[in-house]
């Protein structure tokens, strides 16, 4: 009798790691998402910097279904054509000689760290294990990519952090100076940090850091899965700086919202990456390769490149204006091209819910900011909605934060 109770609520057999808003949507359109109910939410974070193209964009809709219905997974033990093209165009448009697909971000930030060492080893020197990481990065979730990014809130409770991993204080080039010795193998860095709060690598101390690694022998590594493939207004960020890597990671905008990342690298610096030293069951595989390929035809567009710089620049100067207008609300602004973090005064996750009951969607970020990481395809008039949105989620943020002295003073 009693035993048949009701179904669980489906999150009770969730694992407990994600803190989830009370939202959930059914559909979505461009810079939209709805709900079952059909409400409408703008939406400024993409699935965290995911879907640069929109929700159903219908170019990558057709190149799901066309190739959903040919063919699925095949391995690598085969020839991928899809794969093969697809490492053509990344090659073509970037600094790097060979690819190598993932499932993820952090896969590909695996691939990178492994392929850095693997070069030293086969080059004679199997003493320079190191990777310098700096304090604010992220690059994802497994233990290599927590151990990389230094963040003690990530490392907590996972055993002793892993040996041949090295943190360094973000901009400080003297004491990165100081950091690289006999067994360093690989500075690791996010031209523009993310999660960190997005805060953008200025162009001289990348093209420093980039002269320091050709001095000391080490590798560069970026990691650009989120500021890459189109986010600040160039294909990558390492662009506006000129200063490029030997081995990068890129993930997020590559599928739009399929599960597909890549690690970029030099010839020279994939070297020791011969047969049977890496690989990947469902890497690169037939459907993910024709859904990053349809993606990256568009990315690569320069004149979405130039709507993104537009559009930034518009959202720059309004998020300004609400600075002034608001200055007990909004601290700051920072980052580059469409990943802009507004640094707040008052507490973020309350923001994003004021954003929210404005049918806003905006992301949270680290020292207290707010991301917004919009479709690159967000219109003015899209980005125009987003401030009066904005501006009303200041309005009661504002209102929030002087409640307590009103009720001191009545
Ligand atoms: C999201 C992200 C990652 C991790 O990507 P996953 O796909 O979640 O593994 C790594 N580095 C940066 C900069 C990211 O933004």
Same mark, same amino acid.
């Given at each position: 009798m009693a035993e048949t109770s009701a179904p669980p609520v489906p999150s009770d057999h969730i694992m407990g790691v994600y803190a989830r808003a009370p939202l959930a949507f059914e559909r979505g359109e461009g810079s939209y998402l709805y709900t079952e109910q059909g409400e409408a939410y703008l939406d400024c974070m993409a699935g965290i910097a995911v879907t640069a193209l929109g929700h159903s964009h219908p170019k990558l809709v057709a190149a799901v279904k066309e190739q959903a219905e040919k063919l699925w997974h095949t391995s690598n033990i085969f020839r991928i054509p899809n794969q093969e093209k697809l490492a053509g165009m990344l090659t073509a448009h970037s600094f790097a000689d060979v690819c190598f697909m993932t499932n993820s971000g952090t896969e590909a930030i695996e691939c990178a760290i492994k392929t850095a060492r693997k070069y030293h080893w086969a080059k004679g %020197?199997? !003493? $320079?294990i190191d990777i310098i990481g700096f304090d604010g990065s992220f690059h994802g979730r497994t233990l290599a990519a927590v151990n990389a990014s230094g963040n003690a809130s990530y490392l !907590?409770?996972? #055993?002793p952090p892993m040996p041949g991993f090295v943190t360094a204080p973000f901009g400080d080039l003297d004491a990165l100076k100081a950091l690289v010795g006999p067994t360093t193998a690989a500075i690791i860095l996010e031209p523009v940090q993310g999660e960190g709060g997005a805060r953008s690598w200025p162009d001289a101390d990348l093209r420093a850091i980039r002269q320091l690694c050709d001095e000391t022998g080490t590798l560069l590594i970026y990691d !650009?899965? %989120?500021?890459?493939? #189109?986010?600040?207004? $160039?294909? =990558?960020? =390492?662009e506006w700086a000129d200063a490029p890597p030997d081995i990068m990671a890129i993930a997020k905008a590559l599928g739009g919202g399929f599960p597909v990342g890549a690690c970029l690298a030099t010839a020279e610096a994939a070297r020791?990456?011969?047969? #049977?030293?890496h690989g990947s069951? =469902?890497? #690169?595989?037939p459907l993910a390769m024709a859904v990053a390929v349809a993606s990256v035809e568009e990315l690569v567009k320069p004149e979405l490149m130039a709507h993104v710089r537009e559009v930034a620049g518009y959202l720059n100067q309004q998020i300004a204006g609400l600075k002034d207008r608001y200055p007990d609300v909004v601290l700051d602004i920072r980052g580059k091209g469409l990943l802009i973090g507004v640094k707040l005064a008052t507490p973020n996750r309350e923001f994003m819910q004021h954003a929210r009951d404005q049918h806003l969607l905006l992301a949270g970020g680290g020292d207290n900011c707010v991301r917004l990481l919009p479709?690159?395809?967000?219109s003015l008039e899209e980005a125009r909605e987003a401030i009066e949105k904005m501006e009303r989620a200041c309005q009661a943020a504002q209102a929030e934060a002087k409640a307590p002295k009103d009720t001191v003073g009545a």
């Open positions: %020197q199997p !003493e $320079r !907590e409770g996972f #055993g !650009e899965i %989120q500021c890459g493939l #189109g986010r600040t207004g $160039r294909l =990558y960020a =390492y020791g990456m011969t047969p #049977g030293s069951t =469902y890497g #690169g595989n479709p690159l395809t967000l």
